[in-house]
């Protein structure tokens, strides 16, 4: 797998962990608990940056203290609300995560196979859907802090 292909990869992944991470930061602590459920948006992002970073997804647990709440069907949310330093905890966890992911790619690595029950995508692939569905709630959150305060963290265009 060639390294600039490894580094561009990973500057566009970066970045939108950045935009999640800004996202949070400029996030108030009353618009954390607000009925748009910002945590939530935040640890269902975090979550699933962490789950579709894993190479075995069967056996995959998140971190203390977080849980599988997320693939509950019923929709259940987890136990309690968790803290923004919780959360950019979890994001720094996830980012290192999905950089040694990406940075570790081989030619054989590449095409591994990322199998649940709603995927079967090569790895490259789950990277691709991982990006795209963090950007896609990095997006819901920046709407939800522009509609409460007229605010947003702004674009950011690559990670080193």
């Known amino acids: 797998m060639e390294q600039s292909f490894k580094e561009i990869l990973w500057g566009q992944f970066g970045a939108s962990i950045m935009m999640l991470q800004n996202a949070i930061n400029a996030c108030t ?44 069907s019923s929709g259940a949310l987890p136990d309690r609300v968790y803290s923004k330093t919780e959360l950019l905890t979890y994001l ?20 591994h196979r990322f199998i649940n029950v709603a995927r079967n995508y090569s790895r490259l692939e789950i990277i691709l859907y991982n990006m795209r569905h963090l950007q896609h709630h990095v997006g ?21």
Do not use: C, R
């Open 29 to 72: 602590e009353s618009e954390w608990h607000t009925k748009s459920q910002f945590w939530y948006k935040t640890y269902h992002t975090l979550f699933y940056l962490d789950y579709y970073s894993s190479t075995d997804p069967a056996n995959f647990s998140p971190p203390s203290p977080f849980t599988l709440s997320e693939f509950d």
């Open 92 to 111: 720094q966890f996830g980012k290192q995560k999905t950089k040694q992911l990406i940075m570790g790619l081989t030619e054989e690595t590449v095409a």
């Open 140 to 160: 819901q959150l920046n709407l939800l802090l522009v509609q409460s305060d007229d605010k947003s963290p702004g674009w950011v265009s690559k990670v080193e």
